[in-house]
């Protein structure tokens, strides 16, 4: 079995922050399986780059990462990752920047990255790049002579072509995806809007899962990421877990709990979700003093100004709801701004009656998944679920809505109240068959399997010695 090598921005501790996202929590295990290396950005700075490696072995997992500078951080991490590149992908080009110094930020640091790796990197390795912060960083390796199989994911949403043409020099980024050998998405959406892009903005071909461009052909595939279910199940019998459910079953006094899990993040939908909520507040009296919203939301990237708004806009609107609705003895939404270790979190969605997952756009959005696993099978909560979160091509037992529309997200909470034993039963079955069949395990093997299996080139010939 080839060693495993993935190179991504964040680098999980597997038992880490609280509140790391998604792709941190899906990595670990897999590296673990593989006895691989993880290399990365340490998450610290430096005031003078050195190139310095600092390696751990955290519960069988090896990292080997990197401090970057200030400028680095503002330039490639807040900058192009996450004001040009996060905001373009999901489809939120008003709030995307172009500027010079984040492009030129980002392409130093993947040079720096790829300094880091290329040590590293012996020639039977499997290489596996994740995410947008590290596009053209397969491309950098080539030039350093590594003939590796080389593999990307991207993790969020790849936009339409028309969006995709408004960032500068567009298409040279999109061509260093062509250094890798296979490069995955979550869903057939987002890989049916590269191959378009592929086909108008650089006269490529399609055939199938190959995409070739300028003679060069690579496979393209969707492969949807999942959770640990058997974990997370594990994870919601746990004595945190419980002791969770029980503080919060006793805090809730009989009413039903509602609850959201999300990175603060203006993709997450947040502040159309407290409009949908507030729009079941009015719509349904009935109901008042009978649910509670809960919302976590850990802050996320809080040096980038959208985040920041985003941050306000929310506080402030929670406070406006809050203040409309609730009674000596009964607040309608409680807003949290901390994050919660995974046992606990599998104690609360096990709590809640409702899970409400209302992203604009999102890659995929595990969350979805961990709720459905944490639930119990014999009283099962109902899963709302946005139409714009790649979950939802998985999840379709899911009660799934556009989260722009107030009135749909206040119907399908209405609806889920009172939705009969059997029918959740019926639904939660059926997504959980999937949480379970296409497992972290199963996302993991379905790509590196597909990756592994792509012919390795043959290394270059050594010159014969001369002969006298
Ligand atoms: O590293 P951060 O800047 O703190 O952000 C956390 C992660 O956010 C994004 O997660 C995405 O990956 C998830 C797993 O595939 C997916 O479910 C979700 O829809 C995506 O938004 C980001 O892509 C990661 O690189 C970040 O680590
Ligand atoms: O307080 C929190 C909030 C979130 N998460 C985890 O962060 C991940 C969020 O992943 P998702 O794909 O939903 O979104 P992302 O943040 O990666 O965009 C999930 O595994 C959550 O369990 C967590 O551990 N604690």
Redesign the pocket.
């Known amino acids: 079995m080839s060693r495993l090598i993935v190179i991504s921005n964040r680098v999980s501790r597997p038992n880490g922050a609280?509140?790391?996202?998604?792709?941190a929590?899906a990595l670990a295990q897999a590296l673990r399986e593989s006895r691989g290396i993880w290399v990365g950005w340490s998450g610290g700075t430096t005031d003078n780059f050195t190139g310095h490696i600092g390696f751990a072995d955290d519960d069988g997992v090896k990292t080997a990462t990197i401090d970057l500078e200030e400028q680095d951080v503002d330039e490639y991490y807040n900058g192009y990752a996450n004001k040009t590149l996060w905001p373009l992908f999901h489809y939120r080009i008003d709030l995307a920047e172009y500027a010079r110094d984040f492009e030129g930020g980002y392409n130093r640091v993947n040079q720096r990255f790829a300094d880091t790796a290329s040590p590293l990197i012996e020639p039977e390795d499997i290489i596996w790049v994740q995410d947008y912060h590290m596009i053209p960083l397969g491309q950098m390796l080539r030039d350093r002579g590594h003939q590796n199989r080389m593999g990307f994911f991207l993790?969020i949403p790849w936009p339409p072509t028309r969006l995709l043409v408004s960032l500068p020099h567009h298409t040279k980024l999109v061509s260093t995806l062509f250094a890798y050998d296979v490069i995955g998405f979550h869903t057939e959406e987002w890989l049916e809007s590269f191959r378009h892009y592929v086909e108008r903005e650089m006269g490529g071909t399609v055939d199938g899962d190959f995409v070739t461009v300028g003679g060069r052909t690579i496979q393209a595939v969707a492969c949807p990421i999942g959770?640990n279910a058997e974990e997370f199940k594990q994870a919601a019998a746990s004595d945190a877990a419980v002791e969770m459910h029980r503080q919060v079953r006793a805090s809730l006094q009989d009413r039903s709990l509602i609850v959201g899990?999300?990175?603060l993040?203006y993709s997450?939908g947040l502040e159309e979700r407290f409009n949908g909520y507030a729009r079941f507040l009015k719509d349904h009296a009935e109901h008042h003093r009978r649910v509670v919203l809960a919302q976590?939301a850990?802050p996320?990237r809080g040096e980038v100004e959208s985040y920041q708004q985003i941050r306000a806009t929310l506080d402030s609107l929670a406070g406006r709801i809050n203040g409309e609705y609730s009674d000596v003895d009964w607040t309608p939404i409680r807003y949290v701004n901390?994050?919660?270790?995974?046992d606990k979190?599998a104690g609360i969605y096990r709590s809640a009656r409702i899970g409400l997952v209302t992203p604009l756009r999102?890659?995929?959005?595990?969350?979805?998944k961990?709720y459905v696993a944490a639930q119990n099978p014999d009283d099962p909560g109902v899963l709302i679920l946005s139409r714009f979160a790649g979950a939802a091509m998985q999840l379709k037992d899911a009660l799934l809505i556009n989260p722009y529309s107030p009135e749909e997200m206040s119907d399908a909470i209405d609806r889920a109240l009172a939705m009969p034993l059997d029918e959740r039963k019926r639904r939660w079955r059926a997504m959980m068959d999937s949480v379970e069949q296409q497992d972290i395990s199963w996302w993991r093997s379905a790509f590196t399997d597909r990756l592994a299996a792509t012919r390795q080139e043959e290394p270059e010939a050594e010159p014969e010695p001369a002969t006298e």
Not at 338 to 342: A, D, H, L, N, S
């Open positions: 609280a509140n790391q996202g998604g792709l929590v993790h959770i899990v999300d990175r993040d997450k976590i850990p996320s901390q994050g919660y270790p995974r979190l999102d890659g995929m959005n595990l969350v979805a961990e």
